[in-house]
């Protein structure tokens, strides 16, 4: 049974709008903290954004800051990417991801990362 399922990637123009699911076991979503990633073609994956356990979110990764927003619906057990003015570099895989122990050390590193969903891709066109 999957524990992290991905969801609403897809094609979109520059300049457009996605916002991407990612659906969650009960027992992942009450006890970790989450986190969404990319992977680019050719490129190592990087950390995008990262959700408290108390749905809060602070460190966002540079390149998104002001574009993309993470949140959560707790009645759904969904945690949500909503990814504004898309870029073509953005183009990716985006996965989303839960960890146990967060810190301030940890929660932008995907090695730190307990579990994993299989990715949605995303494209932007130029």
């Known amino acids: 049974q999957e524990r992290l399922v991905e969801s609403g990637g897809g094609l979109v123009q520059a300049g457009g709008s996605l916002r991407l699911s990612c659906a969650v076991s009960v027992d992942i979503f009450s006890n970790y903290a989450m986190g969404w990633f990319r992977q680019a073609p050719g490129k190592e994956r990087e950390f995008v954004a990262p959700?408290?356990?108390?749905?809060?979110?602070?460190y966002y990764a540079d390149f998104v800051k002001g574009r993309f927003t993470i949140s959560r619906d707790s009645a759904k057990n969904t945690v949500y990417l909503q990814m504004n003015s898309l870029k073509a570099e953005d183009t990716a895989v985006y996965y989303c991801?839960?960890?146990?122990?967060?810190?301030?050390?940890?929660?932008?590193?995907?090695?730190?990362?307990?579990?994993w969903g299989q990715g949605t891709q995303v494209t932007v066109s130029s």
């Open positions: 959700l408290s356990w108390s749905g809060t979110s602070k």
């Open positions: 991801a839960a960890i146990k122990l967060p810190s301030s050390q940890t929660y932008d590193k995907g090695g730190w990362y307990d579990y």
